[in-house]
């Protein structure tokens, strides 16, 4: 049987186990018929999926009627002469995917309780928040506030709305504060939207590239139909558009006299401002896994767009593995002439945003670490200009932390990965 996805899970069962005659015992297993000659299967406590042709899901559906192997051998062969290997389709289940959990009513692999982030939020709340109406005037407010915009420029932020206060470091502070704040309640916003659809999700710490971000893992989303998942993609978008759009008309009303407001509430306002329009733009840069990325891929139907472009690129630029020939081997024609043309777009936009990252980034955040040293060592330890340059050291490198954690874990799991292939060629 072909292979279209492989996840190892370690062979540390005792193989004797199991016979042609054995009667197998699943985890809770979700099925969703992809088309007519493929299905997805998946145990959604582990967010663990693969994608298995028709015959695959037959015998999955046969094995949960408490039919062996050798019964379901019997009955294919009844239907088809052809031979089909269902003991080796079920060691794969078990091995490999860690689907089965009892084996003549012994556990050969435990339960995994798997909680999510806010499973508290209640599904109704998900459903009216994030409704296709809302989603309507989200976006007919989004386009009024970029026509006001677009007559009244001064309404757009600019970099120095990002600097409020006097003390740099707590400017930084503050701004690194209202940067996370946004981009919790962005992944909340995930979250609720996915809520809404009986997805477990949990929010955590990654990377785009060079750019250290929160993120929502709601894998088990593929289960629920296409139309349905685009909710929960732009559940983010739709609150950073209704934010932004919100401020620009906090700050209309405050000019236009309908209420008054301290400079210093409109600096903050102007400093949201500022990190909203840099969330929204960051989305459209779906060279990378944004928001708009998944939107796009579910759209036009080629979920792993990103990963079979890595495949595409590696072919070209150095000898091809056999899993990578094989990857490439099992990828539509139609979602190969796709990658075609964005492997150009991925190519230029990584490298853009790395020069941009090498040109501007980095500069910047050495000044202001340099910046700090100096007044360490000037000051007496314990006062304000020294406990101030301290604050701004930490708070520059902050950022760094969070994005040499995510690239740490990266290599950690393509380090399993490279040893789970190896272990397969060999």
């Not at 099925?31 to 299967?41: F, S, Y």
């Not at 009955?75 to 031979?83: H, N, S, V, W």
């Not at 929010?203 to 929502?216: D, K, M, Q, S, Y």
Request: charged content about 20%; aromatic content about 14%.
């Amino acid at each position: 049987m072909n292979r279209f996805s492989k996840i190892w899970g370690g062979n540390s069962l005792d193989s004797n186990k199991l016979t042609r005659d054995s009667m197998v015992t699943f985890h809770d297993l979700a099925i969703r018929r992809e088309n007519d000659a493929e299905a997805l299967v998946g145990r959604t406590d582990i967010n663990r999926y693969v994608i298995i042709p028709d015959i695959g899901a037959r015998i999955i559906e046969r094995l949960r009627q408490k039919k062996t192997a050798a019964d379901i051998e019997r009955e294919l062969l009844a239907e088809d002469p052809e031979p089909v290997d269902v003991m080796g389709f079920i060691e794969e289940l078990l091995y490999d995917y860690e689907f089965i959990h009892r084996i003549d009513g012994v556990i050969v692999s435990p339960p995994a309780e798997r909680k999510g982030h806010f499973d508290w939020i209640p599904s109704r709340l998900g459903s009216i928040w994030f409704h296709p109406k809302v989603y309507v005037c989200a976006a007919s407010l989004l386009l009024l506030t970029i026509g006001w915009i677009a007559f009244h420029p001064s309404y757009l932020p600019t970099v120095p709305d990002f600097f409020v206060l006097h003390s740099l470091s707590l400017n930084i502070t503050l701004a690194l504060a209202i940067a996370w704040i946004l981009l919790f309640v962005h992944e909340l916003a995930h979250v609720t939207a996915a809520r809404s659809l009986g997805v477990i999700c949990r929010i955590g710490l990654g990377h785009r590239f060079v750019f250290p971000v929160a993120e929502t893992d709601m894998t088990g989303i593929i289960l629920t139909p296409r139309e349905h998942r685009y909710r929960a993609y732009l559940a983010g978008m739709l609150v950073d558009a209704v934010l932004f759009s919100a401020g620009v008309w906090i700050q209309v009303f405050h000019h236009g006299g309908w209420f008054a407001l301290d400079p210093q509430s409109m600096g903050i306002i102007r400093m949201v401002h500022f990190h909203l329009l840099q969330l929204l733009l960051f989305q459209f840069l779906f060279f990378m896994k944004t928001d708009l990325y998944y939107v796009i891929t579910t759209c036009w139907r080629v979920e792993h767009l990103l990963e079979h472009t890595h495949v595409f690129l590696r072919r070209l630029i150095r000898k091809p593995r056999t899993m990578d020939q094989e990857d490439w081997g099992n990828v539509p024609e139609r979602e190969k002439r796709l990658i075609y043309g964005y492997a150009g777009f991925f190519l230029i936009g990584m490298a853009l945003s790395f020069l941009w990252f090498i040109r501007y980034y980095v500069p910047l955040a050495y000044s202001f670490c340099m910046a700090a040293a100096d007044r360490l060592r000037e000051f007496p330890v314990g006062s304000w200009p020294w406990a101030d340059a301290l604050l701004l050291l930490v708070m520059c490198l902050v950022p760094f932390g969070v994005l040499g954690y995510s690239w740490l874990a990266k290599l950690r799991r393509m380090r399993v990965g490279k040893e789970v292939r190896t272990h397969e060629e060999n």
